[in-house]
């Protein structure tokens, strides 16, 4: 299911009941002693061809909805790109008119578009629109809202109850509907661009990563069944941006299914990676972009410290190195990446080419410029704890982090 959709409903619902403002927290005391400094960030600091764009650095902002006010996001993201990132993805850009959040289809949300690449733009940072399709069927997802909204039902209890309406809702979309959400990631990569965005990326998990698993597509048609059927929504989707834009850079979020232990139910199982991967890039993928799949426990995908399985630094780079033995193009990890000299070694050793970071880049937007200015014992480290970001996310505060009390 459909952290994502959750995430929608979230804003819907925070719309719905006004403005909530920012808790202040709690500050933990790290042992700035323990703090490695590092020598070198060479390679960190060096350029990249990312499918034609040059990112100056190695470092992206990962995708991350913010669940803020239009202004206080603004803001973030501005703070964020001044930081010295590369890129900014932004997360959940809607491929659909009608999906929540700002739409690319109307003036309003062009608008609000505009000003964030703008703003990013002004900072010598670019701008990524990660397309989104959400997998619920956004009809069995309204009737839960009266629910959440008088709080009856909770965020941890909707969650399961939105799951068990992908599978049947992905086995039974008509092919008529799937060919115009597949044509409408086409038509959304066209609004990106015009609105100032640099490049997109398609959105690998949600509805992609649902018909990529057998977990919840069940089809008989020329979608379910073998990994090329499952992997025909996901091809078609980055052929439509191919298609109508040539030279657009695309990144693909590519969402792994681990099976033992397992974790994560849509997304690419790891023996599948081999025939994905290859029919992406023919599609026109330029970048994957690479992660653990699993939208319905959200530790799993935003892990803590404490994870039994995710919990240390780099945790999901495994993944990046199965991806790495199938393609030439460029590999950005994700996924607990906060030290610089551990980024700067897996960007040597050619596990990944560039580190994409949400937490540690709300922790501290200035990470990047830290480090390449060699004051790394000044960053404020991220310590897994999602007590703010997510947290504060679930909690419908927006996202936050415990560093925020001090100013910084
Ligand atoms: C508050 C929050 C919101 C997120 N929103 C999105 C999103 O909109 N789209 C997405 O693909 N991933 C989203 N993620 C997942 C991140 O992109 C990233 O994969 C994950 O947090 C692991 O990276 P990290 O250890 O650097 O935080 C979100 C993560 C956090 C903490
Ligand atoms: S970004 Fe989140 S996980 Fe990291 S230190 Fe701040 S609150 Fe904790």
Redo the contacts with the bound molecule.
Sequence with gaps: MT??SC?AILDFVKRKDGARRARPCILKKIDRKKESSISTCEILSSPLNYGGLTLKNRIIF??????LSQEEQLERLRQIAAGGCAMIIL??VPVLPHGFGPSLYTKKGRAWYRAVADAVHAEGCLLCA?L?QSDSNIKAMLKYIPGVLTKRISMEQLRPLLNQEVGPYITGLPTRKIKEITEGFGRAAELAVEVGFDMVQV?G?RMCGSFSSTVFNHRTDEYGGSPENRARFAVEAVSANRRRLPNLPIDY?LAVRQENPHYGNAGVLESELGIFVPLLEKAGVTSFHV?LANHEELAD???PARHPEFGKEGCFLKFCDQVRGLTRLPVCG????TDPEFIEAQLKAGRIDCA?????L?ADPAWPRKVMEGRPKEIHR?V?C?KE??GG?MAHRG?HCIYERKGS
């Excluded at 990962?62 to 669940?67: H, R, S, V």
């Excluded at 994700?334 to 990446?337: A, F, I, P, T």
């Design positions: 952290l994502s995430w990962a995708p991350t909805t913010l669940g997360g959940d990660q989104h959105h998990d979020k992660t995908t935003i892990p994700v996924g607990g990446l994409a970071m949400s937490r540690q709300i991220c897994r999602n970001c997510l996310m996202v």
